[in-house]
């Protein structure tokens, strides 16, 4: 059973109680925010680029995902641009005020790629540092990500290990220095998931909250696959996105595309930008819910904390 003490510095335990926060370009992180990162899973042209960076600003978000480096399965799929993109992504970023933007990286040479090109562009913006999924487990790739305190570093959980691993991966991370991790949860692989791409696990979320200091991110797009809807008309990734929120995440990766169709990476799982405006408005229901919910529990938490003392 997974237990916090495992975790020497980033588990919660008597003594180490206090969650988690860290300020990055002026947005907070902690286990009591929320933000929605939503954006391209792979960079593809500059027109896609700048129409979903100014479809998120007429929205009010200040926070991003672009992939230029995009690890395959298959040897022969689009593995993204790389360095060549990143000019044109952090000036489209500054320019429409996009302040963090979540990007994977798989070797040392994608970070000094990343902060050539942010000097180059006048620091425009700023980058969370991804872990996906494939190198959770990449501990030579965590020592290195984990050193460096320019960036905070969102850590995917792994699709085919137990929790308690993913949480140590999360723990090398820390151990080297950085201390600005978020843990993200986006489904395990399974068959037993289907017709969804990997079986949600969004039911962890306050697991890692009680267990651990992290922020919480969910990927409701990794783990849904599909533009699918319910019998009643709402996208089954709106309906993983509620889950995970009422759960209390503080943090939702969604991928959105201008033309999914058209997307070199995950089209089939990407949202248009003309439903980006109704995401967010179901968003807001259910965290104003998760908020009710905890609001309900005041008192009782008060007077429980009265007689403790």
Known sequence: MTKADEFRILGRRKGNEEPIRFEYQGVAFDQECFHVVAGLNAVDTREFTERTFKALHAAGQVCARMGAYK?????????????????????????????????????????????????ATGDATGVMLQIGTRNTQNFELLKIVGRQKDFPVLLKRGFGITLSESLNAAEYLA??????????????????????????????????????????????????????????????????????????????????????????????????????????????IVREAYEKRLARLEPQLARGSAQAS
């Open 71 to 119: 690890p395959r399965t298959s040897p022969y799929s689009f593995q993204g641009y790389g360095k060549q993109c990143l000019p044109y992504v952090f000036e489209a970023a500054g320019k429409y005020g996009i302040r963090v933007i979540s990007m994977e990286v798989t070797r040392d040479e994608h970070l000094d790629e990343i902060r050539e090109a942010l000097r």
């Open 175 to 284: 151990s080297e220095g950085n201390r600005k991790v978020i843990f993200g949860l986006r489904g395990v692989k399974t068959n037993m998931g289907e017709p969804h791409r990997n079986f949600l696990d969004f039911a962890h979320v306050p697991v890692v909250k009680r267990l651990t200091r992290m922020p919480v991110c969910i990927d409701p797009s990794h783990a849904i696959g599909l533009r699918t809807r319910g019998s009643e008309g709402i996208l089954d990734i709106m309906h993983a996105t509620a889950q995970g929120i009422i759960a209390g995440a503080n943090m939702v990766l969604v991928d959105f595309h201008p033309a999914p169709d058209q997307a070199l990476v995950d089209g089939p799982q990407a949202l248009s930008l003309d439903e980006l405006p109704l995401l967010l408005e179901d968003v807001q």
